[in-house]
């Protein structure tokens, strides 16, 4: 009976969080309040108990290709498996240069590039996602640190990790502060 018990549950938080994210299409399941097209939503990393080490040698080659295109300078340091927001496979490969930011850039794993992340101070994020938190998420407590969002298309967005007792949360915001996805 317990186990039966174990197993509704589990089957209810998968079914959660799949309906909180975007579907596979990558399409923004609502518009957003100017009832514009709907924007390319971004696919985050799940928060995954345990990510698994990606050896760099086995990355499609343009991986490589992009990072040496776009980030001259800086080398790859290592890369694990993450997946996306909607549950996809992906890969954040850590890429770094002396005397600059450390980057993550996440990829697909045919190689295409999907964003660029980088921890910022909280107190940097846009006032709107703010409002939301302490709206929305009352009684969670953010991190000290917001991961701003580069994605291919050059819009931005940010993930902030959110804590209350033994919850843990996984936002993801645009810029006006509407919620993207939560895991």
């Not at 993550?104 to 709107?128: H, M, Y």
């Amino acid at each position: 009976m317990k186990t039966l018990s174990l197993l509704a549950v589990a089957a209810t938080f998968a079914v959660l969080s799949f309906s909180s994210c975007k579907d596979n299409d990558g399409e923004q399941n609502e518009k957003d309040e100017k009832n514009e097209a709907p924007k390319e939503q971004v696919n985050l990393p799940a928060s995954p108990p345990k990510a698994e080490t990606v050896s760099l040698e086995t990355l499609p080659a343009s991986v490589e290709e992009y990072v040496t295109k776009n980030y001259p300078g800086y080398k790859m340091e290592s890369a694990v498996s993450d997946p996306l927001c909607n549950h996809n496979e992906a890969v954040d490969v850590t890429v770094t240069k002396a005397g600059a930011p450390t980057y993550s850039l996440i990829f697909k794993l045919d190689g295409q590039f999907v964003q660029q992340e980088q921890d910022v101070d909280v107190s940097k994020a846009p006032a709107t996602i703010l409002a939301v938190v302490k709206e929305k998420y009352a009684g969670f407590v953010p991190a000290k640190q917001i991961e701003q969002l580069t994605l291919a298309d050059k819009s931005t967005q940010y993930l902030l990790d959110l804590s209350k007792d033994n919850i843990a949360k996984e936002v993801i915001f645009d810029t006006k502060g509407n919620v993207i996805c939560e895991n």
